[in-house]
């Protein structure tokens, strides 16, 4: 299948809300040879694929690792999970794609429309230029007014388009 895909998608929690589950001094010697060796494995038979990687948490300090094993694309890039996208975006904005970046747990459940609205502007003022960003309200739960959702996605359209 692999002529006809264009994303493999990996997904691992490597952490919790605050830090990753191991030491960042531990992941190149237990869990990045087995990352390196499975996305290796993908992009040397299908070199267009991108490995696209789900993982919640604070894993800032492990994003260089998983760039160097072939990660592509980095989902989600929350707020409360410790993952400042100012530092992301310098430090990875060349090499990686970010996916989310809404503050699912506080603005789109609880604020208004507009808080909304300038919380999406912002979020895409830091994460899209230069390219590199996949907008994505990462969760719409029963708490999210569908007029919260409704503005998320009007203000990605009015305000960051790739031509």
């Not at 070199?47 to 592509?72: N, Q, R, T, W």
Request: charged share 25%; net charge negative; proline share 8%.
């Amino acid at each position: 299948m692999g002529e006809w895909v264009d994303f493999v998608c990996g997904g691992d929690d490597l952490g919790t809300s605050l830090a990753p589950y191991m030491s960042p001094r531990d992941f190149p010697a237990l869990i990045k040879p087995y990352y390196a060796d499975l996305i290796g494995r993908i992009k040397g038979r299908w070199p267009h694929i991108k490995f696209y990687l789900h993982s919640h948490c604070g894993i800032m300090d492990l994003v260089a690792d998983l760039i160097e094993c072939g990660v592509d694309v980095l989902n989600p890039i929350l707020p409360l999970d410790s993952m400042d996208p100012v530092r992301l975006k310098r430090e990875f904005g060349d090499r990686l794609c970010f996916h989310g970046g809404i503050d699912v747990e506080h603005i789109l459940p609880f604020g208004t429309e507009e808080e909304v609205r300038v919380h999406v502007r912002e979020v895409l003022g830091i994460l899209a230029p230069g390219g590199g960003y996949w907008f994505k309200a990462q969760v719409i739960s029963p708490m999210v007014p569908p007029r919260n959702v409704i503005a998320a996605y009007d203000a990605a359209l009015e305000f960051c388009r790739y031509e």
